[in-house]
């Protein structure tokens, strides 16, 4: 059963780079046909999909995130980091990191989640 744990600062100027890292447990990030996503939900706002990474490495960002948005991965650590730059009040959210394979879930709807992460961006 892959688990998922997001970490990082519940609180980034406006401006400055969002980072968070997503923890992965009960699976590698390099098993075949695995995607390991970002989402996240604004306040009063649905989901948004902002990006994944594949177990190749490759990476794939939704258009409305494309330009300030980098998703990397620590294979060293099973790990998989968003970058977000550029902050604006606009990107406080609950932050999730989730994850789906080739046979069950898919970018919509993936089928592992973290429980989410609190970032705010205020000054």
């Known amino acids: 059963q892959v688990q998922l744990q997001e970490s990082g600062p519940g609180l980034v100027k406006p401006s400055q780079t969002l980072a968070l890292t997503c923890t992965v447990s009960?699976?590698?990030?390099?098993?075949?046909?695995?995607?390991w996503s970002w989402i996240r939900q604004p306040p009063g706002k649905g989901l948004e999909r902002i990006g994944y990474i594949d177990y190749r490495g490759s990476t794939y960002y939704s258009p409305s995130f494309k330009g300030r948005t980098s998703i990397s991965r620590d294979t060293s650590k099973n790990q998989f980091i968003l970058q977000l730059s550029s902050v604006t009040p606009e990107d406080t959210a609950v932050y999730y990191c989730a994850s789906w394979d080739g046979y069950s879930g898919n970018y919509e709807s993936p089928r592992y989640w973290g429980q989410g992460t609190q970032v705010t961006v205020s000054s």
């Open positions: 009960g699976g590698s990030i390099t098993t075949n046909y695995y995607y």
